[in-house]
């Protein structure tokens, strides 16, 4: 899931900035501000995983059920919702017009202070809808609500501040770009969990129930593998249409496809040999389909690298590029050969 929210926003505002008639590069970057906007989100794991260690210490026990009853009090609650997807767009907004301000060289010092209205004015719209927000969670959630989206804007200001020179995004791009992460993200999270408080902490919960997929509790977390895999492969075919030029060979998406891919059918054994998964045991198809994908992508993809060093003399950084790449999508595609012979032989046996 953590990987979903990236590739379906790189996706969405890649193909909105080609639609709009931006060129390559221009939607390589929307796609890459919209990504680390829609992975800033779930950084307050970090602070649900330290709170679960503080209530093991007090004698909560160990495992996955009791780790999500615990961070879920933290996690989603805070960084999920959209008043703070509102919020953090205006914040990654103004660190951005900012920097840029801060950056400019003295030659363009007359179109810096043509900027200062644009830059007040953000900047001002970020501290009051952050000083609201702030002042919500404290009143209608807890101090420590309050706490965590503090240190989620502080996130997002460094991360808007880091970017701001490295994109050539104009500023109402970079914004929607931002828009796009920040307010996808907490729709990636209704097939795993119940979702989050999407008004909080003005508003009263206007969707409760988690989306299920399937009647059959296995057939429903294969399911959401599956809506999980559709987000990577739009993502990667995004990518492969904005970036593959600059990869080299095998960038495009029909070149990187490799034959290796094909040993994921060898995890159907699976649906017999494992315990059968199910949403509050995740853990036992996530943590077995995935590593042995990610093995097969090191294995075309090393394959690849040292296939281009043989074949051409081209540059070891794009030889790396293209390997990497391809690896990525034959590993891609073995998790998916896999969860499709998974299911064959589960609804099968």
Known sequence: MFVGHELLAFAVAGWGALQLGCNDRTALHAGTVAAVAALLPDLDIGYAAATYAVAVAGGTP????????????????????????????????????????????????SRSHSGVA??????????????????????????????????????????????????DLSLSGTIAAAGVGFLSHPFGDVFLAAPPPLLSPFGSPVWTGRVSLAADPTLDIVSVLFVELATVWAGLAVFSRVAGDQIGPGGRLRDALDRRAGVGLAYAPAAVLLPRPTIVDAHVLGATIVPFAAVVGVWAGSAAFRRGGAADHTGADSRRLGSVYTGIVAGVTALTLAAIAYTVVYVVV
């Open 118 to 167: 644009t830059t007040v004015a953000l900047a001002g719209s970020a501290v009051v809808g952050s000083a609201a927000l702030l002042s919500g969670f404290r009143t209608a959630v807890s101090p420590a609500a309050a706490t965590v989206a503090g240190g989620f804007l502080a996130c997002v200001a460094v991360a808007g501040w880091l970017l701001a020179t490295r994109t």
């Open 62 to 109: 160990l495992g996955w059920a009791a780790f999500w009853g615990v961070a879920n009090a933290t996690h989603r609650v805070v960084t999920h919702t959209l008043p703070t997807g509102v919020a953090a767009t205006l914040v990654f907004g103004a660190a951005v017009v900012v920097a840029r301000l801060r950056w400019s060289t003295i030659g363009d010092r």
